[in-house]
């Protein structure tokens, strides 16, 4: 983001992303409880907000690791032993819709894991060392992929636990799903679920957040 402030800090509509991203799911019904795993100097500012915009739902907020794969693993540690699914989302996208959240934990009940995606919409090309195009992959077959993603909490600490011991890093939590030889199924979100990562980003979240998915919408 190439800001001083970490991303999820950074405000949009006069709150910090992060509380955006909470108070979603805060509302919903699908959601128990939350761990909010974070850096480690940042758990009592996280503790204020749950506090200062009635965040209940979370139940902890726990120092997070050197990886968000080890962070993670640190928040499902938390429940262990309290849930039998759990819901892993990104702190950073606070427009993810109720009824896609609701569908993937419906979808991950019936399968055992699912994630969010929707249909990439720009050719891909796989380019090697050099710069050179090496490959076009089929459009139709390529998703690109959100979070929240679902599982049945036994399942991925199991695969937590097996990438560990390997050590096994992986981009997200369905691929290490993927490497116990597990299915993961895929449930259509929409592309306001976006994931605030650059400056690029943040004037295209103000216009959902006013437009399409703000507090009361």
């Known amino acids: 983001m190439g800001t001083q402030e970490s991303k999820q800090y950074l405000q949009i509509d006069d709150k910090p992303i992060l509380v955006?991203?909470?108070?979603?799911?805060?509302?919903m019904a699908a959601v128990d409880e939350i761990v909010l795993v974070t850096g480690a100097d940042d758990v009592e500012r996280c503790e204020g907000y749950a506090?200062?915009?009635?965040?209940d739902k979370i139940k902890q907020?726990?120092?997070?690791?050197?990886e968000r794969q080890?962070?993670?693993y640190q928040g499902?540690?938390?429940?262990?032993?309290?849930?039998?699914?759990?819901m892993v989302h990104d702190g950073v996208r606070p427009f993810a819709?109720?009824?896609?959240?609701?569908?993937?934990?419906?979808k991950s009940k019936a399968t055992g894991a699912a994630v969010l995606a929707v249909p990439v919409k720009d050719t891909i090309k796989v380019v090697d060392g050099d710069g050179f195009i090496k490959a076009t992959p089929d459009r139709s077959s390529l998703w690109a992929i959100q979070t929240p993603q679902a599982f049945r909490f036994s399942l991925l600490l199991?695969?937590?636990?097996q990438a560990r011991r390997e050590s096994f890093l992986g981009t997200d939590d369905a691929m290490l799903v993927e490497r116990l030889g597990t299915k993961v199924a895929v449930v259509e979100s929409d592309y306001y679920n976006i994931k605030i990562t650059t400056p690029e980003?943040?004037?295209?979240?103000?216009?959902i957040i006013r437009h399409v998915r703000g507090e009361k919408k």
């Open 158 to 161: 199991e695969a937590h636990e």
């Open 201 to 207: 980003d943040l004037p295209w979240a103000e216009w």
């Open 20 to 27: 955006h991203t909470l108070l979603r799911f805060e509302r």
């Open 61 to 66: 907020v726990i120092p997070g690791g050197k």
């Open 97 to 106: 819709a109720e009824e896609h959240v609701t569908a993937c934990f419906v």
């Open 76 to 86: 499902l540690l938390a429940l262990s032993g309290q849930v039998e699914w759990v």
């Open 51 to 55: 506090q200062q915009y009635g965040l």
């Open 70 to 72: 080890d962070s993670v």
